[in-house]
């Protein structure tokens, strides 16, 4: 029979291998469900694996997908990695967004395009609140994060939609729930003519960096990483458990407020219900598949784009349903958690072991049994 | 006692092994027990003990050889099972429920049959007979260490065992309330219960128990009647070795380094101690050891003395004359305090990073103001350490969590003392670490003393604290006794303070001095 | 008064919702084992509900559908953190995930289905009563099944002796192992019923609150059931209330919109999450008080190795 046996020490071979691992193995799930579905495998794996990296066009709309990914998912990691568990970054993507918005919408003809640069710092500090008030409330009242920053993503999505709905909503919108289209100069520059992908990939770029800088090379990385992996360790070495708890928040607030604004002052160029896209759940995993190391991020990034972009193109070339995404994606996440149990464990095949006299033994047992019953009563 | 015959044996292990990923845990032991004898398995920290142990108790199973009971072989798969054939183990740490009370506990440990009133009743009987009284109606988190081990204790006698195996049965207990241990124990020999009896402790094995196997690396160095033999005897089975020799030299008393007075603290966790106006002085040059009962409020002085816990009345803790009382862990190690505590892996070091992540927890001269971490300057501190401290690991990279219990804290303390503390306060030195490396870090610490440090150590260990300090106290139920010199105490003094009764011979002493 | 007794009514129906999934978290977090894939379980078994009432025309056997497909997916997660040690966080929230995705994918067969016509239930006369009538006795069936239930499982964990195995195991799994309790296949099985749970209140609310599916229709009412397990305490009774209690505000909304009241509806439809914030902070401005009456092992992994 199959045996787990621990590892005297982590394999560094299989903390690599699992996410490719767990990728093999959701590719076969998938390929399983296509013919379930009656479509052909072949195609369905060549619309999400061939067709999102084929052309210089399609390599760019996969960095318009990666990005806020990337950004998210940074400031996830640093959360994960210190125990903090901000499930509610989707929640801060839209109130990032709402807040660009806001900015955005102050511009007037003669504005110039350094609104930019303040429509995006808006979207960060608007992240920020929102991951703050999740922060405050664990650190006053000791209220659990995952749940507070849970609820305030429905909060926030109502919040949107009132904003859409009422105050904001375009009044030559043919009352449709959105805000005006913002003026050419908010609009988040692109990097090249006629493709979709902006300065938000080169800022995702630059953050890639940084963070790897802050976790691996600063103190007040290592501090927050000590946080996280043995809290005892960190409180004897006197890191304080309370700053860790609001940088990781607000870091990670800023980041998913940050992608919040680029998707609305970039792709989008208003503000509507349709804003949050999942990126803030999408994230999670792809911090996850990522190792929660930035460079690992950037690779998962990409994959999960792929995932995205070919569940888009499976609606339309194959009638497959868009859902199918969600599918793939929570799939991963599961087989890389169990694949990740290779990382600390061997799977051995252990021989039956040669049982003693069996007679003798059952009798013995068996007697001692009935003694216990006489004595018991 | 005549030819002791195979059918006579109550148990008997033959040939039995056991290999684990890294390291063979048991090699073709034996060992044999007959009815009514009080059989010691003497063993330094890491030597096979428990693996054999938990064999006998079906925790775990053999992967070669045969275990026997009563003469007939036997497949012992769970603890039930063992159970059912007579055998019962009272463990070194307690398998207790702390929100359950203690009658919950037994009968959670006896296979069903008796409803919760009925095992109360019991309860009280048995504890009667023995002299083992804990109200079955408490909840276990009220009761003290002591009392949690009759529970452990009642809960086994309840299962009418034909062997009971006790695992370090007396780390947690005042000489006294050994003393009383003991008597049980004979008792249940008398009537004809084979005792197995886990222990490091020469004294008390020679004391107590009729027949000794001796287990180093595994492997059985032999087996012998302990009351024949001598400490230095059994020594040299256990380790191949004499226990090794500490230099003294006579203590050069400095200035008073530490001083704490008016200590009291309300405890932090529901399940805690509070401290009660804790007054004691450490002085350059010296060893003050804090001796008593694991959950006397150790932890929580500790936790109070590291910086850990900020809560200390202001004024309460001095260093040099400077109010440290709530300084963090961060300030006081730049005022010259270090502290090392007494778990090793997920509070003095962090298990899955390496030696030179762990350096940093403590040690910050590779960080730059800017906090940039310097990692070569990590990797050379990290080096320097393990060369210096004879640590046996693979490297500077290895994680801490793959080092042995010995080596981690060598490499431990080695990083405190390393940085030239001028107060270094250690919690249970050498807790669970084998005897080569134990001697090791007593003599360095020694040497640090010797250097015009001061030195704080708690100890559950005795022998521990009276080799290696200077002066006493007593810590018991969030009170510190009085200090006094190791060379005037002795262990049935220390024995009683341990219960609190110091104030008994501090009025004894003022009696003689009176008359 | 008939609009206060139907909003009485309201609640009890809405607060069943709550309840049963809330009483399955607790099986599974007394055991020490916390499942945050609840939302994902309930996405799930709504849809096989759903499903299943379609295809059979029978309530009773969506329920027992729904409930089977919470137990699945439950025993997956059950699998990966009992015996691969997988973190317990991360597995739920792959599980929530996963869980919206494949709910969601499934049921776009089923958006435009109609479920055949609602039975009323009520019982004759006792219904009639003013005010608490239509609370009490105009009730689906479930309702009364979900305070059964409560104190079935109160009488279980407290007067019984398996009950007090499974509370040993959720404080101390390795003196409960120790002892030689089989504490993985124990865990694995409060797991399952609590799965089993969120499956029942998954089908309930797309059978009988909703009779629909539609795509995300738990909105957020399995994280709601995981707030609700600590702010009781972890005691049936105390959950039952709750789940009472969230059912009113979220009835509440409805209720103000009917009377016209002149708040944006964005801002009534926050109200159930914003209560379970507010609820959150003040039941955990006691950490002492939760952390005397948590399952002491809930979140950490268990090795019987060692």
Redesign the interface.
Known sequence: MLK???????SKVMSVMSPVLALAVTVVIGTVLFVLLGKDPMRGLYVFFVEPVKSVYALTELAVKATPLILIALGLAVCFRSNV?N?GAEGQFIVGGIAAAGVAMTADKETGRWIVALVLLAGVFGGMVWAGIVAF?RDR????E???S???V??AD??L??MV??PWKDPAGFNFPQTITFLKSTSVPKLFPGFRVNIGLILALIAVAAFWVLLF????G?QLQ?GG??P??A????F?SRRALWTALLLSGGMAGLAGALEVAGPLGQLTPYVPAGYG?AA??VA?VGRLHPVGIVFSAILMSMFYIGGELAQSRLGL?K?????????L??TL??C??LIH?RVRWQAA?P???KP??AA??ST??AA??E??A | MGSITQDSLRLELVNISKQY??VKANDSVNLRVEPGEIHAVLGENGAGKSTMMKMIYGAV?PDEG?IR?NG????IRNPQ?A????ISMVFQHFSLFDTLTAAENVWLGL?K??TLAEVAQRMTKVEQEYGLEVDPQRPVHTLSVGERQRVEIVRALM??PKCLILDEPTSVLTPQAVDKLFVVLRKLASEGTSILYISHKLDEIRALCHNCTVLRGGKVTGTVDPRLETNAGLSRLMIGAEPPQLQHIQARLGDVVLAVRGLTLPKEDHFGMNLSDIRFEVRAGEILGIAGVSGNGQQELMAAL???DTRAPASSIHLFGKDISNH????R?KEGLH?V?E?RL????????SLA?NT???R?EA?ASS???R?KDVTTLAQELIRRFNVKTGGPD??AK?LSGGNLQKFIVGREIHADPKLLIVSQPTWGVDVGAAAQIRGELLGLRDKGCALLIVSEELDELFEICDRLVVIAQGKVSPSVATSQATIEMIGEWMSGLWNKTVAKETDHAEA | MESFALLLAATLNAGTVLAFASLGLLINERAGIVN?GAE?MMLVAAVAGYATAVHTGSDWIAFAGGAAAGALLAA?FGV?VI?????Q???G???S??????S??VG?RYTQEKLSERPRFEIPFLSDIPLVGPALFRQHPMVYVAIALTVALAWFLYRSRAGLVLRSIGESPESAHALGYPVRRIRLLAVMVGGALCGVSGAYISVVYTPLWV?GMV??KG?IA??LT?FATWRPARVLLGAYLFGGVTMLQFHLQGEGVQI?S??L??MP??A??IV??LI??N?TF?RVNMPASIGKPFFP?S
Do not use: C, H
């Open positions: 787990l046996e621990a590892r005297p020490e982590a568990w499930i409330l009242f000791n209220a659990n995952i749940l507070v849970l609820m305030l429905y909060v109502q919040v939609g009132y709905y009422g090379r600063t103190y007040a290592f000590v992996l043995a005892a360790a409180r004897y070495a006197g304080s759940f999670i995993i996850y349903p859902s199918l995404t969600g599918v793939f994606q929570g799939l996440l599961f958690l169990a990740d149990t464990y072991r049982a003693p006299p003798a033994a013995l047992v001692a049994a216990t019953t004595r018991a | 990923p890294a199973r045969e009971w007939q072989a036997v497949n099972e159970r059912a054939l007579g296979d049959s008796l299962t009418k590291s910086g850990e963090s862990p961060r300030r190690r502290f505590p778990e997920g509070r003095g070091a962090v298990p899955t990073l992540a940093l927890l403590t910050t960080v906090g940039w971490v990692t290895a994680a793959s | 945050l994902g997956a990966l015996w691969l040690n997988t973190n966080y991360a597995t929230l792959a599980l995930l996963f869980g919206a995705g494949f969601a994918f776009i795509e909105a957020g994280w995981l707030a600590t944006p964005q801002f439809t926050m999450y914003l379970t914030i959150l902070v955990s401005r950490a939760i190795g």
